[in-house]
């Protein structure tokens, strides 16, 4: 299986600043016939199911508001919040969806300073 | 409007089964690969099971093969998980989810205690 680890587990940043999460994948998750990063970002708030922020490393999902980007290529990606607002208080997962046996990251908590 | 409505969570005994039901609108399961993932209270997901869009090939993490069984009924637009020989480790909040090629879209979950 393809193990995700995320850095770091938590982190306060003020509100406007900007939010750094890494992901690493022990596995390349790059399909070279596409040349397309089967890589994913979810946002989960208290009591809700995770939602798809981010696919394929860097393509916002419908909605996502544009201060969500994300970069990286094969096993090294990142998640970027470039200026904090109050409602992105959450848990954020990355994924790899490059084979049908899924597998996340353990989770970044992102809170207000 | 896609849409994925997990049911059949509850309370069971150790050692108990239940049934989890996935019913899908919105779209037609026929032409995705659909998966069940958990999260336990306070920690992170799991995957758990993954089915090919036809039935033809499914997958299992190794904490739930031999117990838990997924199934679909693509003329129902519904996906399944059979879960027996159920543990107090297995109480969590369980999500089926739609897998596109872009990323996968989630269920609102249900959930499953385990508890005597």
């Known amino acids: 299986d393809i193990v995700m680890t995320q850095s770091p587990d938590s982190l306060a940043v003020a509100l406007g600043e900007r939010a750094t999460i890494n992901c690493k994948s022990s596995?390349?998750?790059?399909?070279?016939?596409?040349?397309?990063?089967?890589l994913a970002w979810y946002q989960q708030k208290p009591g809700q199911p995770p939602k798809l922020l981010i696919y394929?490393?860097?393509t916002r999902e419908s909605g996502v508001p544009d201060r969500f980007s994300g970069s990286g290529s094969g096993t090294d990606f990142t998640l970027t919040i470039s200026s904090l607002q109050a409602e992105d208080v959450a848990v954020y997962y990355c994924?790899?969806?490059?084979?049908?046996?899924?597998?996340f990251g353990q989770g970044t908590k992102v809170e207000i300073k | 409007q896609v849409q994925l409505v997990e049911s059949g969570g509850g309370v069971v005994q150790p050692g108990g089964s239940l049934r989890l039901s996935c019913a899908a609108s919105?779209?037609?399961?026929?032409?995705?690969?659909m998966h069940w993932v958990r999260q336990a209270p306070g920690t992170g997901l799991e995957w758990l099971s993954f089915i090919k869009y036809d039935g033809s090939d499914k997958k299992y993490a190794d904490s739930v093969k031999g117990r838990f069984t997924i199934s679909r009924d693509n003329s129902k637009n519904m996906v399944y998980l059979q879960m027996n020989s159920l543990r107090p480790d297995d109480m969590a909040m369980y999500y089926c989810?739609?897998?596109?090629?872009?990323?996968?879209?989630w269920g609102q979950g249900t959930l499953v205690t385990v508890a005597s």
């Open positions: 919105g779209f037609s399961i026929s032409s995705f690969g």
């Open positions: 596995q390349s998750v790059l399909y070279s016939p596409n040349n397309k990063n089967y």
């Open positions: 394929w490393a860097s």
């Open positions: 989810a739609q897998e596109t090629g872009a990323g996968d879209h």
């Open positions: 994924q790899q969806f490059y084979h049908p046996q899924r597998t």
